[in-house]
């Protein structure tokens, strides 16, 4: 599979914006975190705000 790393690097080849590469994996390391501990409601559904924006924010820069 494709690691993290692996994927941020992809997003910085592909000139993706430096901030949303940082959001990005902020999201992943927030998710990987939830794997092994439990989070709060509130933090989840923070947590999956946050990954819609992400993920809208990277369509749009896809769409370029």
């Not at 990987?32 to 989840?44: K, L, T, V």
Request: no cysteine; charged share 25%.
């Amino acid at each position: 599979g494709l690691t993290n790393a692996a994927l941020l690097n992809l997003l910085r080849q592909a000139a993706i914006q430096p901030d949303l590469v940082e959001r990005v994996r902020e999201v992943l390391l927030q998710v990987d975190i939830g794997r092994f501990a439990p989070i709060p409601e509130g933090d989840a559904r923070a947590l999956i705000s946050e990954t819609r924006l992400v993920i809208n924010q990277l369509e749009k820069e896809f769409g370029k």
